[in-house]
């Protein structure tokens, strides 16, 4: 199965300030179709996950700008350029490249 | 608006069964593969089965593999999940998953 290792597991972020979580793949994740599946969710407390980025950067509808996605192969980064109070919650990254789909451990993100 | 309501949680004994439910709305069910992912109390995320769009091609995590059958109804735009031989560590809130929208969660507890 393709682990996903996220880090940090735990972020602390001043409202306002950026914040980055990185998400590394034990195997590629560039499909036979020349996709890279790479997701990332989030969760926030008492609530589901809701997908924010597929493909490693397109963001999904009604997703903030200040959430952005990027790298490729089995390095991958979520960006979020000006924490807001809503962005707390748990972060996990997910690929769709390999069966079993898998998850990041998520990153915690709490503001300071 | 795409909706996913996801039933049929419960609290069952070990070794029982539960099957359960999800309801779609709001896009074009039969267009889509969909999923269950579960999250065990305290913890990340598991992607259980899934299910192509036809239901020709069926998915599993190795855990429940020959306990788990995911079905879907296409005229009914609904999503199942038939778990048997239920295990402690079953125990999770199982979410039905389609590309763009997840469930709210149902809760099964495995327990004596």
């Known amino acids: 199965d393709v682990v996903m290792t996220q880090s940090p597991l735990s972020l602390a972020v001043t409202l306002g300030q950026p914040a980055s979580i990185s998400c590394r793949s034990t195997q590629s994740l560039v499909y036979s179709d020349g996709n890279t599946y790479l997701n990332w969710f989030q969760q926030r407390p008492g609530q589901s996950p809701r997908r924010l980025i597929y493909?490693?950067?397109n963001r999904d509808s009604g997703v903030p700008d200040r959430f952005s996605g990027s790298g490729s192969g089995t390095d991958f980064t979520l960006k979020i350029s000006r924490v807001e109070a809503e962005d707390v919650g748990v972060y996990y990254c997910m690929q769709t490249t390999h069966w079993p789909w898998t998850f990041g451990q998520g990153t915690k993100v709490e503001v300071k | 608006e795409v909706q996913v309501v996801d039933s049929g949680g419960g609290l069952v004994q070990p070794g029982g069964s539960l099957r359960l439910s999800c309801a779609a709305s709001?896009?074009?069910?039969?267009?889509?593969?969909m999923g269950w992912v579960r999250q065990a109390p305290g913890k990340g995320l598991e992607w259980v089965a899934n299910?192509?769009?036809?239901?020709?091609?069926?998915f599993y995590v190795d855990s429940v593999k020959g306990r788990f059958t995911i079905s879907r109804d296409n005229a009914e735009n609904s999503l199942y999940l038939q778990m048997n031989s239920l295990r402690a560590e079953d125990t999770a809130v199982y979410y039905c998953?389609?590309?763009?929208?997840w469930g709210q969660g149902t809760l099964v507890t495995v327990s004596s």
């Open positions: 299910i192509k769009r036809d239901g020709s091609e069926k």
């Open positions: 493909k490693v950067s």
């Open positions: 709001g896009f074009t069910f039969s267009n889509h593969w």
């Open positions: 998953v389609s590309p763009s929208a």
